[in-house]
């Protein structure tokens, strides 16, 4: 997850992890870690994760050079060291992963306490510009058709942007359910003839 931002839309993501009794990782912004620390608490006290999300949380950080996105890397890791969390997850915004940002994340692990740093990005996003104003039930059947796909498969992560104004609120929640109960716990069952 990223986009702490919206309250709203964190509440209703934690109460979609509760709901399925699932957890999460929320990458923050240096800009949310001043701004939100309340949130940050909330989230850590359901019992999910704060991974590190940077500094720059757009596509300007694909303009950035190695040691620019490792100096950031840092800079967030030292904030939230300082607040007692610890992490070694690093997605950079948008889950961008070119040759600048794998070099830093490879980089910071040479770093005294950043050794263990891994790049996260994401295998499935279904809030994109596409869907907006669509209700869950279409993005889900669009985007995860299920005669395409019964199931997740292992390892992929699905990333939620919160702050994203493009779906309401509702949907995301609506979203986390159901693709936790539909693709994550059951998977879609074939039925021939």
Avoid: C
Avoid at 130 to 141: A, R, T
């Amino acid at each position: 997850f990223r986009g702490i931002s919206d309250k709203e839309s964190l509440d209703l993501a934690l109460l979609a992890l509760s709901i399925t009794n699932t957890k999460g990782t929320f990458f923050v912004t240096k800009k949310e870690i001043l701004e939100y620390p309340d949130r940050i608490e909330k989230i850590l006290s359901y019992g999910n994760e704060i991974g590190n999300g940077g500094v720059t949380a757009n596509s300007n950080i694909l303009n950035k050079s190695a040691e620019e996105v490792a100096k950031e890397i840092y800079e967030v890791d030292k904030m939230l060291k300082d607040r007692g969390i610890y992490t070694n997850a690093y997605m950079s915004g948008f889950g961008y992963s070119d040759s600048e940002i794998r070099e830093a994340v490879s980089a910071v692990r040479d770093i005294e306490g950043l050794g263990k740093y891994e790049l996260i990005t994401y295998t499935k996003a279904p809030i994109i510009s596409k869907y907006e104003g669509e209700d869950s039930d279409y993005i889900l059947n669009d985007y995860l058709n299920p005669d395409i796909y019964t199931s997740l498969s292992k390892g992929e992560i699905v990333y939620f942007r919160l702050d994203s104004g493009l779906v309401d609120k509702n949907v995301i929640y609506k979203l986390m359910t159901e693709i936790t109960f539909k693709y994550v716990k059951y998977g879609y069952a074939k039925v021939y003839n």
